[in-house]
């Protein structure tokens, strides 16, 4: 994350394609075959990371209130 680029969402490897604009093609049901070839200058190991990061955001602890 920079917060000089795409108002300091988490982008890959400091291109300006955000983790979440690779989500959302997934959910909307592209195979990352799909993805890799709308933007090709992402990696197999892009869309792995950015489902990586997804899960590591998810997976923290709840408070209780």
Not at 2 to 10: A, I, K, W
Not at 11 to 27: H, K, N, P, T, Y
Not at 42 to 49: K, T, W
């Amino acid at each position: 994350m920079d917060p000089e680029q795409c108002g300091g969402r988490p982008c890959i490897r400091g291109m300006r394609i955000r983790v979440s604009d690779v989500l959302d093609l997934l959910a909307n049901g592209l195979s990352p075959e799909e993805i890799l070839q709308e933007m090709p200058d992402l990696e197999f190991e892009d869309i792995r990371a950015s489902l990586r990061y997804a899960s590591s955001r998810l997976d923290r602890s709840i408070a209780a209130t």
